[in-house]
């Protein structure tokens, strides 16, 4: 069964997000700790949250895996990903682990 695993980066009054950073930087150490395990990323930038509304994250980074084994192996692998968080912003990110039903 194929698995996802999102981090959402929500927007908070005092909240900072380094897009640069997090595109040049960021995403090719996701790619050396997790990428042997991950099946495709999809990351989105968040722009409004809707017609005339502030987005309410930052940015959703949604990783796809092919089993939950995978999805496993890519989170005993992340430590170097997590620990590089601060670096970019200084948000708490929100995690969900789902199973895809398409």
Known sequence: MAMTLQVLYPVGPDTTFDYDYYANKHFPIVQEAMGDFIASVHVVKGL????????????IATMNFASKEALESALKASGPALADIPNFTNVQPQMLIGETLD
């Open 48 to 59: 409004a949250g809707g017609p005339g509304t502030a987005p309410e994250f930052h940015a």
